[in-house]
């Protein structure tokens, strides 16, 4: 398996493991429910696509499950930013967390595009 594929995969787990946490803060401390809910299904959705992704039946359906891991990680990025300005949350970490799997997945998607030509 790809190295990059590892580091994203693990990654992508503890990113999981992180929005877990969040979500329950949001839920239970700060009495968010529509947003904590939103983050909580694709910031985990990330990391169950590029698990679907290690069993594609074809570099195709590869890279159609990591550019869904990809639209996901997006998607969670969307909804962190809107808790983060919407005074839910203050730290940044978990945003640039984000914006790093982001990148990987960029990264690996094109690749795999360019390979697959």
Known sequence: MNKRINIVKDKSFEFALKIIDLYKYLRYEKKEYVMSNQL??????IGANIEE???????????????????EARETHYWLRLLKYGGYIIKE?????????????????????????
């Open 40 to 45: 909580l299904r694709s910031g985990t959705s």
């Open 53 to 71: 992704a290690q069993a594609a039946q074809s570099k195709k359906d590869f890279i159609s499950k990591m550019s869904i891991a990809s639209k």
């Open 93 to 117: 970490d978990i945003i640039q967390d984000c914006e790093e799997l982001i990148r990987l997945l960029t990264s690996i998607v094109q690749s795999s595009v360019k390979n697959n030509s």
